[in-house]
């Protein structure tokens, strides 16, 4: 996993940031996601390989929306952070979301069938232009009368860089999603320091830093601009923001 993947993964494992995240690309802003009603989904599964052995295949992230008065699960929401195209990931998402509907057979009666609900999130430069469905990938001719009966699975794909092209992610007074994306990397930031602190002062201030730098070059914000970020949020001279700009950039 590269550093740019690790970044994004520690804004969107804060359950608040999950949420809005969720609110914004899913709901047109409304707030049907409740922070207070999430709670971590395993990222493990098992498969079959075609060696016939048990292999592990680990998703980025999920969050259970849990009803906390009846301790049920409403949905499960399933997060993949992509820094690139990945030509068959409608392949991937359908493992994942195989893997999260099989795990649901054997529950009791008490817990009913709950949807999955899969997003992926592209950071790249460029928007995604792979296959978003099964259908797309395969290669070989399919006779007419077999059409309806193949697989419709389709990926839900999110280019993050473009999205202030799209009118609902513009609100009142024109803020747009980069300004989101900016709470975001502040929220994230605050809580990598936040838990960095329980270890010590200056181990939750490194680990400050780190999300903030990696997660300000994912975004596409420029070496300098970052540096200036990192050095005025943290009152550092120019000879520390450099240093740590050449560790985690």
């Given amino acids: 996993m590269g550093k740019a993947d690790k970044s994004e993964k520690q804004f969107m494992a804060c359950r608040d940031v999950f949420a809005e995240t969720?609110?914004?690309?899913l709901y047109g802003g409304k707030g049907i996601l409740r922070e207070e009603s999430l709670q971590p989904a395993p990222t493990e599964s098992i498969y079959i390989g075609r060696?016939?052995?048990?292999?592990?295949?680990?998703?980025?992230?999920?969050?259970?929306?849990?009803?906390?008065?009846?301790?049920?699960?409403?949905?499960?929401?399933?997060?993949?952070?992509?820094?690139?195209?990945?030509r068959k990931m409608p392949l991937r998402e359908a493992g994942y979301q195989g893997a999260s509907y099989r795990s649901q057979y054997r529950q009791g009666k008490s817990q009913g069938v709950y949807p999955v609900i899969s997003m992926v999130l592209n950071w790249g430069r460029k928007p995604w232009n792979g296959a978003r469905?099964?259908?797309?990938?395969?290669?070989?001719?399919?006779?007419?009368?077999?059409?309806?009966?193949?697989?419709?699975?389709?990926?839900?794909?999110?280019?993050?860089?473009?999205?202030?092209?799209?009118?609902f992610m513009k609100k009142e007074g024109g803020r747009k999603m980069c300004d989101l994306l900016d709470e975001m990397v502040e929220k994230g930031m605050r809580k990598g320091v936040k838990a960095?602190?329980?270890?010590?002062?200056?181990?939750?201030?490194?680990?400050?830093?780190?999300?903030?730098?990696?997660?300000?070059?994912?975004?596409?914000?420029?070496?300098?601009?970052?540096?200036?970020?990192?050095?005025n949020r943290f009152q550092l001279t120019e000879k520390e923001t450099r240093k740590h700009m050449e560790l985690y950039w």
Avoid: W
């Avoid at 001719?141 to 009118?167: C, Q, S």
């Avoid at 960095?196 to 490194?206: D, F, H, L, S, Y």
């Fill in 51 to 86: 060696d016939g052995e048990q292999h592990s295949q680990f998703r980025d992230f999920g969050m259970y929306d849990i009803m906390t008065d009846a301790g049920v699960v409403r949905a499960v929401y399933l997060e993949e952070n992509q820094g690139r195209v990945d």
């Fill in 133 to 167: 469905s099964i259908r797309e990938l395969v290669e070989y001719p399919v006779p007419e009368e077999a059409e309806d009966y193949l697989d419709k699975n389709t990926i839900h794909v999110f280019d993050m860089r473009h999205l202030n092209n799209i009118p």
């Fill in 196 to 231: 960095g602190r329980r270890e010590g002062r200056r181990e939750g201030i490194v680990q400050g830093i780190k999300a903030l730098i990696m997660t300000c070059r994912e975004l596409g914000v420029s070496f300098e601009e970052t540096a200036n970020k990192v050095r």
């Fill in 22 to 25: 969720v609110n914004v690309l």
